[in-house]
């Protein structure tokens, strides 16, 4: 029974923040989900500084920042709290991971974009390009599979989804196209890091997110559970 157990796939609980606290494991998750927050505003520092192009939220908060005196991490933090509004109408609650991916990934974009110089050599850019990609990979999987709630944008397609009944792919594709098109309008960095992102972070996330979702406890009957992809 117990090998079974272990040997099942991890899972992805659609479970509400008060359960998500009460969920087992809570040291080992708060750690993973900061942990994970920290490295998504480092990664996000180093595809800045590298200058190739970002991903597509990270065009519109260029594009932002083009015509507001703020810094990209605090254009981050209000963003954050601006697609949360959306949340209202789609009747979704945050959980902690949400309310910390707001404001913990905008203040380490900061920290990192003031203590890492941007290089140069168009090679050590796309050190940092590559590297970036991959450590959002990893920073994602850690935080989503603290199973804390979504962070703001993920939330918001998740509750599209849910609210519409489209598939996951026309609703993500739906709203990253859009932002792309809004951050290139508004003088966004679009690059080769663009299009690096959007072809790798899929594969990667759908390697790393099963081996660092944590298996919650199940103390009385769950929800139906879906898998991880």
Known sequence: MTATSDAAPRQLAPINPIQQLKAGHLPRRLVQLYVGLTLYGASMGLMIQGNLGLDPWDVFHSGIIKHLPLSFGTVVILMSFVVLLAWIPLRQWPGLGTISNAIVIG????????????????????????????????AGALY?????GPGPRDGLMTG??????????????SIELTVLATGFLLGGSVGVGTVIYALAIGPLVHVLLPIFTVR??????????????
């Open 216 to 229: 919650l406890k199940q103390s009385e009957p769950a929800p139906a559970l879906r898998p991880v992809d």
């Open 107 to 138: 203040l380490v974009t900061d920290l990192t974009l003031a203590t890492l110089d941007r290089p140069d050599a168009l090679w050590l850019r796309i050190v940092f390009l590559l590297a970036g990609v991959v450590l959002n990979a990893l």
């Open 144 to 148: 989503i599979g603290a199973q804390f």
């Open 160 to 173: 599209l989804v849910r609210r519409t009944g489209l598939s996951v792919r026309l609703v993500r594709t």
